[in-house]
């Protein structure tokens, strides 16, 4: 499969949970392998680091967790969500 035939493609987890489409796609380039799918476009603009971590934490899928790759892609996990910080009362 073609780097660019990805962008675009659903992402289920292997219990059949839809977790996204595919935005962006990082890739370790001394290494010349993917290493995580992004549900998120990380090239919009000019992103905080703040706000690519969070990408990168909450709204990206390790490659190495890729199960089945086909009409759709399958994951064996998926992204953590966001913790919510609870306001001091």
Known sequence: MKLSE???MDIFTDKARYIG???DVILNLDGGEVMRLTI???REGA????RIGAILRTKSIKYS???EMGDVIMSRSEPKPERRHKLKT
Do not use: N, R
């Open 6 to 8: 990805l962008y675009g």
């Open 21 to 23: 489409k595919v935005e």
């Open 40 to 42: 998120e476009p990380l």
């Open 47 to 50: 992103l905080s680091k703040d």
């Open 65 to 67: 967790d890729v199960t």
